[in-house]
């Protein structure tokens, strides 16, 4: 197994991430490049605003009571963008939230907290627990995923949202994997689509697999309402784009969160057992789990994640980084494993 130079990254394990000649990885050759002097981020901000208020005429014109969509968890992300888009750009954005079932007490209250922080409205679409058991065992058993239906719900019912509110924009965050792996370069400003939802953050199911799977004995319409995507007609007469924050601002996750938690009350963990990072996730209940399996499959977890983002920023050596890999992701059973498979 070859391991990237610089960050923790192992190679050919996950499609997107690719190695170059010096052994260094794509995505600390995007990070790389984000950190160059010469990019202008005056003028992607200038963009940005741009593009904001040419959506905010938009709204006017329309009548419409809100400015954009910002898709939320409740997470520190959620507070960023909040954060960027109602206080610098004073825009009115609609909230939209999937939740999933499986939560945290500390991710609801940081729900809560940005709810009322920052003063906007919530569109919470709740599916039920004995549909998020069924939904999560049979991914599971289907690709090995048991949180398949937090994406499907996060990345389509805002969609489905935009649609029958007749809300154009969506402010996304940073584009995940894209980030870490360095699958886009930075001047490609990549926005929201439907191909990356579903090849990567839903393992290529779209919920009309799920219903004609000859596996599937249980799983209805019904229980996949929340994930079906809307048609092209639909998506073009609306004129829908989904942009992501991380293409306009310099995207630093540590000095976001510290001042998220002094300005805005944001709540961290006090421990976790796969990683150091306690400002990540912090909404889910089996993310110990999920970075179990994720381990098991890939034979890296989150914690080489985080180690990756921490080297890259030059917080920690990679010997450090190492260090932290060895502590955290050694094949410990995660203590609410056994929770999960009693839920099931
Ligand atoms: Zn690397």
């Known amino acids: 197994m070859r391991y990237c130079l610089r960050c923790c990254y192992p190679e ?41 208020e040419s959506y905010k005429k938009q709204a006017r014109k329309n009548d419409s009571p809100y400015d954009c969509i910002i898709p939320v968890s409740g997470g520190k992300d959620s507070h960023y963008q909040a954060h960027i888009i109602t206080q610098v750009y004073k825009m009115k954005p609609l909230f939209v939230t999937y939740n999933h079932s499986y939560n945290t007490k500390i991710g609801m209250r940081n729900l809560s907290n940005l709810v009322e922080k920052f003063g906007c409205d919530l569109l919470r679409y709740t599916t039920n627990p004995k549909t998020a058991r069924k939904l999560s065992r049979f991914m599971l058993e289907k690709v090995g995923d048991m949180t398949w239906h937090y994406h499907a719900g996060i990345m389509t019912f805002p969609i489905q949202t935009a649609v029958r509110y007749k809300i154009p924009l969506i402010v996304w965050g940073e584009h995940g994997i894209g980030y870490l792996f360095g699958m886009h370069n930075l001047d490609d400003k990549v926005e929201f689509t439907k191909k990356h939802r579903q090849e990567h953050l839903m393992r290529g199911f779209e919920p009309e697999d799920i219903l004609n799977d000859p596996e599937n004995k249980d799983i209805t319409k019904t229980d996949l309402a929340p994930f079906f995507y809307p048609s092209d007609d639909e998506i073009n007469s609306l004129g829908m784009r989904g ?102």
């Open 12 to 52: 050919n394990t996950r499609p997107g991430i690719i190695f170059d000649d010096s052994g260094i990885c794509s995505g600390c050759r995007t990070f790389e490049q984000r950190q160059k002097e010469d990019i202008d981020w005056q003028a992607r901000e200038h963009e940005f605003r741009e593009i904001m």
């Open 243 to 344: 942009i992501y924050l991380a293409n306009y601002y310099p995207w630093n996750q540590d000095e976001n969160t510290k001042m998220l938690i002094e300005r805005y009350g944001f709540e961290t963990l006090q421990n976790r057992e796969t990683t150091f990072n306690l400002y990540g996730k912090v909404e889910d209940f089996f993310q110990d789990t999920h970075n179990y399996l994720k381990y098991l499959k890939f034979g890296y977890g989150r914690c080489t994640d985080h180690t990756s983002v921490e080297i890259r920023h030059q917080r920690m050596s990679r010997e450090e980084g190492i260090n932290m890999i060895e502590k955290y992701e050694q094949l410990v059973r995660p203590s609410n494993l056994d929770t999960f498979l009693i839920l099931q």
